[in-house]
């Protein structure tokens, strides 16, 4: 679906073609999301509902976050592994006391919402894709409604008398949960990011009011150099079928390690008390002279060899050119890398050079700090 926002003046289609990459004017619209003062059309995001009395508890059990006694209005984030810890689904919850709302990336609803219909059982609860009915915006300094903070600059649905506003946690180590990054301050406490459920019929209206200049209006360009500035993980852009969140601290939001059992949780344990992540994420810090950005899926060397791969890339306001990168656990946290741009014909590749930043450390995990026991037969010095 093409959204109403891509009437407005100036506004340049992302590679979608249903919702804005910008306005004319990138870095301004960066500045307005930081601070506050823009929303961004998320409308090509997916909206998946269940209802029924047993819809927090049923989900819990499914799911890696402590979401059984969520209350109305609360936010959270959970995700959906596979029964050996791979990510399958990453869903952002908000309850209305009646429904709970599975905020996705556009291409997980539907399948997400089969699934789901498939595993209720004797359960209570009903699921439905509802994208086509509810859309969703986004904000920066979203604060509540009666709340500290920025206000929001458009109304939430509140079908149930519940604004239906998802706060994202990113923003500290949630309760349960574990932070790998050593950083004394994150830089997600920088990202206090809001999504707002709106009816899909609504967007026109709120396209006039854009238009208008009732309220300023960002690209997802914005948005997405202010996330990977955050270090925050996304399942369109930064997982692939191997990934386990422990490779992306998503630990530090969406999964709860004291909870009860569900699917994947052994590998979670196992991995996070003794074990390594094989890979880990990282923030690369980009050299812009040549006016090269390397984009997603591009190769990042050390030397002639292949150590990760670049899951996205933004100009940053601040910090210029950054990406984040996918890389071999082991690799030298003060390792030269490059990144590799293959350009398109017989034109050969670009060389970008990168600095590394560390968000997932090389010793991440083997946290109950177990001895390694000695060999059978093994000679003791």
Known sequence: MISPFLTLPGAVADSSGSVAAHYGEPVAEQRMLAAGRAIVDLSDRGVVTVTGEDRLRWLDSLTSQSIAHLAPGSSAETLLLDPQGRLEHSMRLVDDGTTTWLLLDGEQAAPLAAWLDRMRFMMQVEVADVSAEWATLGQLSGADVD?????????AAAPHDVPLVWRDPWTAV??????YAASAEHPGGAFPAAEILVARDELSMLADRARADEFAVAGTLALEA???AAWRPRQATEADERTI???LDWMRSAVHLAKGCYRGQETVAKVH??????????LLHLDGSAG???GEGSIVLNGDKEVGTVTSSARHHELGPIGLAVVKRTLDPQAPLVVRVDEEGESPAELVAAAQEVIVPVEAGATAGVPRMPRLGAVQR
């Open 226 to 228: 202010l996330r990977i």
């Open 273 to 282: 008390n003794l074990g390594h992540p094989p890979r880990r994420l990282v």
């Open 174 to 179: 949630q309760e349960g949960g574990w932070q």
């Open 245 to 247: 969140p422990h490779e």
């Open 292 to 294: 090269v950005l390397p």
């Open 147 to 155: 709340g500290a903070g920025g206000a929001l600059l458009v109304s």
